[in-house]
């Protein structure tokens, strides 16, 4: 299994970004997959999780109508589009299937004026 996560960056509050997970290694298509998050010192939070068909998607109550999960099984890719960012945002993110142990290497996001 292999994860790479993209798209982070620094945004001021209010701003807009959309990370990226390519994967490869398993049935994309298969599974569902999530996003977590992790701030230095505190354990990761699931932030957004979406089946396997993009049907059905579910979101922490701190993101719950910023963040929108989505999911393009051709390409093996699953995005997260995060708008109205907020200083507590900031974190590192990570996009993982919910069966398995791997973890790809994060990507940061910076929410700051």
């Known amino acids: 299994v292999q994860l790479v996560e993209s798209g982070g960056g620094l945004v001021q509050p209010g701003g807009s970004l959309r990370l990226s997970c390519a994967t490869s290694g398993f049935a994309f298509n298969r599974y569902p997959m999530s996003w977590y998050r992790q701030v230095p010192g505190k354990e990761r939070e699931l932030v957004a999780t979406?089946?396997?068909?993009?049907?059905?998607?579910s979101y922490a109550d701190s993101v719950k109508g910023r963040f929108t999960i989505s999911r393009d099984n051709a390409k093996n890719t699953v995005y997260l589009q995060m708008n109205s960012l907020k200083p507590e945002d900031t974190a590192v993110y990570y996009c993982?299937?919910?069966?398995?142990?791997?973890w790809g290497q994060g990507t940061q996001v910076t929410v700051s004026s």
């Open positions: 979406i089946g396997n068909t993009g049907s059905f998607a």
């Open positions: 993982k299937m919910p069966i398995s142990d791997d």
